[in-house]
């Protein structure tokens, strides 16, 4: 993992085109700007990782409907 220090106001680049900046820093709580493509999506990591989980169970309801449809 890459750590990096920023101070309120300063911005970070991901990939050439995503620019991450620091808004506010208050006690223990950060306010990100992120600025990105409106094709690349961004997620809270326990969004994600629920819809991740989401997407699997449903991958494994599909195949098993689809196995009782070979029966």
Do not use: F, H, W
């Not at 223990?28 to 997407?55: F, H, M």
Request: glycine share 4%; no cysteine.
């Amino acid at each position: 993992m890459l750590t990096l220090s920023r101070k309120k106001g300063e911005s970070l680049i991901i990939n050439n085109n995503i620019e991450v900046t620091v808004l506010e820093v208050r006690g223990d709580q950060i306010k990100l700007g992120i600025a990105a493509p409106r094709e690349v999506p961004i997620y809270r990591k326990e969004i994600y990782l629920e819809i991740q989980e989401s997407n699997k169970n449903s991958m494994n309801v599909e195949a098993v409907d689809a196995l009782k449809n070979l029966i």
